[in-house]
Nanobody
């Protein structure tokens, strides 16, 4: 089994920065990809970014966060980070760390169903 624990959420003003952390424990060798999703009240989770655990340069970002958010992976610490800069009001959401690991789900990386391990979520609130 794999366990994910997020931290680093909080309240910040527009233009500010936050860094979210996601610590992986358990059978982390099962994991191929790490991702961050966010969820607005009453909406489905949407993918923000993901990265291959061993090929960090091949990260994908949603257009809404390109140039502002950076995902990184420290395998020595079993920790994934989401650096969020120039935060906007629309970034206010619950953020979830997710991992795709064996046995792999039948769905792909484009959907939350493609990730089979999840953290508990951390709230990010951006105010003007």
């Amino acid at each position: 089994q794999v366990q994910l624990v997020e931290s680093g959420g909080g309240s910040v003003q527009t233009g500010g920065s936050l860094r979210l952390s996601c610590v992986t424990s358990g059978e982390s060798r099962r994991i191929s990809h790490m991702a961050w999703f966010r969820q607005y009240p009453g909406k489905e989770r949407e993918r923000v970014t993901y990265v291959h655990r061993d090929h960090h340069q091949l990260a994908w970002y949603d257009d809404s966060v390109k140039g502002r958010f950076t995902i990184s992976q420290d395998n020595d610490k079993n920790t994934n980070y989401l650096q969020m800069n120039n935060l906007k009001y629309d970034d206010t959401a619950m953020y979830y760390c997710a991992a795709r690991g064996t046995p792999y789900p039948s769905h792909g990386l484009e959907t939350p169903s493609g990730f089979n391990y999840w953290g508990q979520g951390t709230q990010v609130t951006v105010s003007s």
